[in-house]
Every structure is written in C-alpha cells, then in structure tokens.
C-alpha cells in the first residue's frame, strides 16, 4: 500500500502562486508513475500533471502548461506541484495520485485527501 498525504492549499489572489507539496509513504517502489489531478465543483476530476518515478519524465495538461511545474524529492518521498500565474479557474480541490500502471489516469491505485485551493478574482 501507498499513503498520499497533500498539503499547501490555500486562498490566493489572481497572478499569485502556490506550491502544493504530496507526502507518500509505504511501499512507493511499486509505483511507476505520479501526479496531480483537480476537481472543481461541479465538475469531474481532471489530470493536471504527472511525473514518472524512473527517469523522471513530465506531462502537463495543456491548462496548466507554462504555468504549473511538477516536481520529486525522492530523498524525501515527496511530490510538488508549483503554481504560478494562477487564474480563477484553477479553483479546485487538488488531489496527489500513484499508480503501478505506466500512465497516470483517473483509474490510478492510490488517492490523498485533497487539498483546498481558490484562487479570487
């Protein structure tokens, strides 16, 4: 099993920047693959980025391209997603995820909790 634990939601204004941050725990070795996902009200969850655990390649959804960037500490165990320029609709519970699979999608086997992040406008 694999513990996902998110952090550094918050309440932000338009332009402004975030860092989430993904605590993982367990056994994470089993996993090839890991991200971000958000889900606004309303609306269903959607893939923000990921980052392969071997060679540490990164993909984005075109949403977020040149404004967020993903990133590992594997000394830590810890997965970051840095937000900048951030919009209003970026507006969303941010969930960190893991998968044993080679891609990341919303079938992936481990979820966190979620953190809260709103951006006014």
């Known amino acids: 099993q694999v513990q996902l634990v998110e952090s550094g939601g918050d309440l932000v204004q338009a332009g402004g920047s975030l860092r989430l941050s993904c605590a993982a725990s367990?056994?994470?070795?089993?996993?090839?693959?890991m991200g971000w996902f958000r889900q606004a009200p309303g609306k269903e969850r959607e893939f923000v980025a990921a980052?392969?655990?071997?060679?540490?390649?990164?993909s984005y959804a075109d949403s977020v391209k040149g404004r967020f960037t993903i990133s590992r500490d594997t000394t830590e165990n810890t997965l970051y997603l840095q937000m900048n320029s951030l919009k209003p609709e970026d507006t969303a519970v941010y969930y960190c995820?893991?998968?044993?699979?080679?891609?990341?999608?919303?079938?992936?086997?481990?979820w966190g909790q979620g953190t809260q992040v709103t951006v006014s406008s």
């Open positions: 367990g056994r994470t070795f089993t996993t090839n693959i």
């Open positions: 995820a893991a998968s044993r699979d080679v891609v990341l999608t919303s079938n992936c086997d481990y």
């Open positions: 980052i392969k655990r071997l060679g540490g390649g990164t």
